[in-house]
């Protein structure tokens, strides 16, 4: 199967396919979510969460991402891979935005970086686009905005932020971005956004109408509990699993059960 690209993003969205994509931050789970036929794996800043404990995205450095972003391209055989850009590494210059864009394609091999926000950050879309960096955007929630946002809440619920959000996928669309995801939107309000763009829109937590969408890995797989979002949908309880099995391997190590002949060389 040949790997996806944004040629295919575009084709999807043409064809009404729906996209399927998730997170990942790792070889092995990079691996499994690509046998999988998943055709776009994102090395989100999640990561600093779901991995590294932190509670919110923001330590996140540019030099982690690319630490797991190679990881995860070399176990990605037919899946389009994708950067995410971590917090301060595009927002305070044009020239920054593109150089650690650069740094996700040149050094990790990624196909395309995600960045957050719409209007204050199209100028760095155009340009990122210029050099031919892909780029996806985020807007709706956005959690490197958590502060300024007041925690993780529902955006677009009125008339006047709906019309903000509407306009700022196309101000997005226009700079040059090849898909927009959409965060934690009313459904209604992204089907309009997807109906009114020529470009792919990825939902998570806006409903079914979007082109495709995307989870965080660990939330499918009940690998992350702090706490659960409403638009995840277990599809695995691995924490529990896991748990189970490190106890029985604990109790037979104390029982003198482990490793037992066929574990042992003669």
């Not at 046998?35 to 932190?54: P, T």
């Not at 956004?193 to 939902?203: A, D, H, K, V």
């Not at 965080?216 to 690998?223: A, N, P, Q």
């Not at 659960?228 to 699993?241: D, G, W």
Request: proline share 4%; charged share 25%.
């Amino acid at each position: 199967m040949p790997r996806f690209t944004v040629h295919d993003f575009l084709k999807k969205k043409k064809e009404s396919k729906k996209i399927t994509m998730l997170t990942a931050y790792d070889y092995p789970f990079a691996q499994i979510v690509d046998e999988a036929g998943i055709d776009v794996i994102l090395v989100g800043d999640s990561l600093g969460m779901v991995v590294q404990g932190h509670e919110n995205t923001l330590p996140v450095t540019m030099d982690e991402m690319i630490y797991h972003a190679k990881m995860v391209v070399r176990a990605a055989k037919n899946a389009m891979v994708i950067g995410d850009m971590p917090f301060m590494s595009y927002q305070s210059s044009v020239e920054d935005a593109i150089k650690n864009a650069g740094r996700f394609l040149k050094e990790a091999g990624t196909a395309a970086i995600k960045l957050e926000g719409g209007s204050e950050v199209a100028d760095h879309i155009k340009a990122m686009t210029k050099s031919d960096i892909p780029v996806m955007a985020h807007i709706g929630l956005t959690p490197q905005s958590i502060h300024r946002m007041g925690g993780y809440k529902v955006q677009g619920k009125t008339q006047e932020a709906a019309r903000k959000l509407i306009e700022e996928a196309h101000i997005v669309e226009d700079a040059g971005a090849f898909s927009v995801l959409l965060e934690a939107i009313p459904m209604d309000l992204a089907k309009k956004i997807t109906e009114e763009l020529s470009i792919p829109t990825i939902g998570i937590g806006a409903g079914t109408y979007c082109d495709g969408q995307v989870l965080v890995l660990h939330d499918l797989l009940g690998l992350f509990e702090r706490f659960v979002p409403k638009f995840v949908k277990k599809y695995a309880n691995l924490k529990e699993e896991a748990l189970k099995a490190i106890k029985t391997y604990k109790e037979e190590i104390e029982q003198g059960s482990f490793p037992s002949e066929e574990q042992s060389f003669k």
